[in-house]
């Protein structure tokens, strides 16, 4: 029974297309980037910027400490991801081609779901949990006005619960929709880095045809200044939508969200950031 299960899991393990998955994210947002910045004069201009607001913030100790850490945690992870979830969950076979915008649709709204839910319960005072892990999500609120670069300013274990849950929705989805074609991972995770990373873009383009990502980045923004708002979701604004919790900026925050935010943000727990 036993040489069964790991036959079974070893034939189900496939650890050739997982590697060529994380080498193809790296590679296609690479060339991705240097293409579109090179040609689009917006995406050159906002790149300058975030770049020169990140390293005058790196020259803080602190802030290049935790940068650093999350960095080397950050190979960690990813080894840990895709040595031991993606092989299960990955394939080439074959698939008509709107299978593939079927997937990355849903992995990534899924994903957002729980990403909103974990985000407004969890790591904020929102609800009957009481914000467990407002404490860890501080480090991250420390920064009012975000740059690109601050997205991974963060706590290491907001690192490892926020990869966990997009890492698990993939997972979970697989084991009922079948494995993923290496190109829908690719692709989403490509999305679900690049638009994390450009919700804390400072970024002032608000005309055709990058009204919605300038609406993004200011939606972000203002959950940032305010840290007891809304804007909770990652990926599109939709499920603030849905349950009521798009902040504007114009919201009044509450008093007592507001102290607990300023005690975890000068918590010792948080020194180390």
Not at 57 to 63: E, F, I, L, P, V
Not at 92 to 110: C, G, K, N, T
Not at 116 to 134: C, K, Q, T
């Amino acid at each position: 029974m036993n040489g069964f299960s790991f036959d079974a899991i070893a034939a189900d393990y496939h650890w050739q297309l997982s590697l060529i998955t994380l080498v193809s994210i790296f590679v296609v947002n690479f060339i991705a980037k240097k293409i579109a910045v090179a040609l689009v004069p917006t995406l050159r201009e906002a790149r300058a910027a975030n770049h020169e607001a990140y390293a005058t913030k790196m020259q803080k100790a602190s802030y290049a400490a935790n940068q650093k850490w999350n960095r080397k945690w950050g190979v960690v992870f990813f080894a840990v991801i895709f040595g031991l979830i993606i092989p299960f969950c990955v394939t080439v076979e074959a698939q008509p081609w709107w299978r593939y915008l079927v997937d990355m649709f849903v992995i990534l709204m899924v994903y957002d779901f729980f990403y909103y839910l974990a985000h407004r319960f969890l790591f904020h005072d929102e609800g009957f949990f009481g914000g467990p892990l407002l404490w860890v999500h501080a480090v991250h609120h420390r920064q009012h006005n975000p740059c690109r670069g601050d997205s991974s300013f963060i706590h290491p274990i907001e690192v490892a619960l926020g990869l966990s849950l997009y890492v698990g929705t993939v997972f979970l989805l697989s084991r009922f929709m079948g494995d993923f074609h290496v190109v829908t991972i690719v692709i989403t995770w490509i999305a679900f880095s690049e638009i994390n990373l450009h919700n804390h873009d400072l970024w002032t383009a608000d005309k055709f045809p990058f009204r919605y990502a300038n609406t993004m980045a200011k939606m972000h923004h203002n959950h940032h200044a305010r840290f007891t708002g809304g804007n909770f979701a990652t990926i599109s604004l939709f499920y603030d939508w849905l349950f009521g919790t798009l902040d504007y900026g114009d919201k009044p925050r509450k008093a007592g969200s507001v102290k607990r935010r300023r005690k975890a943000q000068v918590s010792p727990q948080n020194g180390a950031s």
